[in-house]
């Protein structure tokens, strides 16, 4: 006995009709979870991609960037719950990307989280973020401390462990978009036209004028990076210069370039941490960009470490990024998680102080305040700088 069988009729026909139709519903519904997010395309000022659909929304010809979602449940992973840290994951695992100006991006994070803050708007985007599919989740979570997570934050073992997994990244990283001296901190742009490679030497040349070098002094930064500026204060000010960092890759390079340079006898990098600086005694001691590495309850020890370091007279210039002290939004902010992108994937365990706790530390430690500036204009030339590098 033989049979012959063969599908329904219409059996392949309305399955692929049924897939057109989830699939038109999930773009409606991504559709719709991005008006709730962003306002209406009209609204938003930039322009949505929507995967491989075909589907763009752009308000105008000339948009700053375009947002394009990876798939049907890029919105999802990115903003339910809607907080820094998933938004800066989805990012770097590529459920969404951006084509055109980041920065324009990356402001647009404060149009949102305004938007968010009313309650009825935020209860209506996440219901339908929920109706979106979870979709692949892509692998990355940024860097890790390792074992050193267990230990008290801002030990000397987690404190090592964090700047290593921030700085030991691979030099030629860090090559890539910074200046020739490879100066990890802002610039200094007196006329506005200097590009990032005179910025960063007008900005060395500030420190060491703030600093009063003067040829056969002994100078000490503390968190040396990668010696650029122990470098410039011995070609410029004939200075006796010692570095210290917690990373060994750091040290590594910078002595390289010291004996390029012909100036391995007057400069060195040490790995070790500031506390540990002991009783030797130099003219001048600089610190820049390192603060925002101690914590707020270590700030009096770090002071006190600075101050041993000083012969009597000396002159100490500490350099770091401050914020304010914030008061109005503190709900939004908590629940927003500001902060939480840039602890676990620049800069773990990072804090930036406020001013006023760098004086009274400082004061508490015996200094007195001579000179502060602050550079904020110039560190946002040199954040667009490294972005287009």
Known sequence: MSSVMSPPVGGQQGQRQETRGQRSRELERARHAAELLFGTPRERGFAVTYWNSGVTEKPSDEVPFTLILADAGALRRAFLPPTQLRIGRAFVRGDFDVAGDLEAATRSGEDLRQRLADPARLLAATAALAKLPHGKSREGSGRSLGSARLTRRHSRTRDAAAIRSHYDVGNEFYQLWLD?????????????????????????????????????????DIGCGWGGL????????????????????????????????????????????????????????????MCEHVG??????????????????????????????????????????????????????????????????????????????????HYARTLRWWVAR
């Open 180 to 220: 020739r001296r490879m100066v990890y901190s802002c610039g200094y742009f007196p006329t506005g036209q200097e590009d990032i490679h005179q910025a960063q030497e007008a900005k060395l040349d500030l420190i060491c004028r703030k600093l009063r070098l003067k040829r056969g002094e002994r100078l000490l």
């Open 230 to 289: 122990i470098m410039f204060a011995a070609e410029h000010y004939g200075v006796d210069a010692t570095g210290i960092t917690l990373s060994p890759a750091q040290a590594e390079l910078g002595t390289e370039r010291f004996a390029q340079a012909g100036l391995a006898d007057r400069c060195r990098i040490e790995v070790r941490d500031y506390r540990t600086l002991g009783d030797e005694q130099f003219d001048k001691v600089a610190s820049v960009g």
């Open 296 to 377: 707020h309850h270590r700030l009096g020890e770090y002071f006190h470490s600075a101050w041993r370091a000083l012969k009597p007279g000396g002159l100490f210039l500490n350099h770091c990024i401050t914020q304010g002290r914030q008061t109005a939004g503190r709900l939004g902010r908590r629940l927003w998680r500001e902060g939480s992108f840039t602890n676990r994937f620049v800069f773990p365990d990072g804090e930036l102080p406020a001013l006023t706790w760098l004086v009274e530390a400082a004061d508490a430690a015996g200094f007195e305040p001579r000179d502060a500036e602050s550079l904020r204009e």
